[in-house]
């Protein structure tokens, strides 16, 4: 069974830097894209970052796009995302999504639907 853990929020400030990490277990994560969603407080759930299996593809959410990053440890599997130049927007429960599909071609967020429990970021202005 697909089993999605993130681990790394916490409280920062504005301006600061972190990395999110999501172990995934019960699926070959090295053959599904993978990617993060997060949801603020009062919004609905929003697309933050993807990555293709083999990492030859990536996308952002514009909010987000050079400021964030999105990786990935096929041999570990571990996905990442590291977050630079924090705002306090970028407050949110943060989820870790596999794709419902191995070597999907192109990269699509929109069949990310497995997701974990999430990890709380809060940034302080």
């Given amino acids: 069974q697909v089993q999605l853990v993130e681990s790394g929020g916490g409280l920062v400030r504005a301006g600061d830097s972190l990395r999110l990490s999501c172990a995934a277990s019960g699926f070959n994560f090295e ?3 993978m990617g993060w969603f997060r949801q603020g407080p009062g919004k609905e ?6 990555i293709n299996w083999n990492s030859f593809a990536t996308e952002y959410a514009d909010s ?6 999105i990786s990935r440890d096929n041999r570990n599997n571990t996905l990442y995302l590291h977050m630079h130049s924090v705002k306090a927007e970028d407050t949110a429960l943060y989820h870790c999504a596999a794709d419902t599909a191995a070597f999907r071609m192109p990269l699509s967020s929109r069949y ?3 997701w974990g429990q999430g990890t709380l970021v809060t940034v302080s202005s």
């Fill in 31 to 33: 053959s599904y894209d």
């Fill in 45 to 50: 759930s929003e697309f933050v970052a993807a």
């Fill in 64 to 69: 987000v796009k050079g400021r964030f990053s």
């Fill in 112 to 114: 990310l639907a497995r």
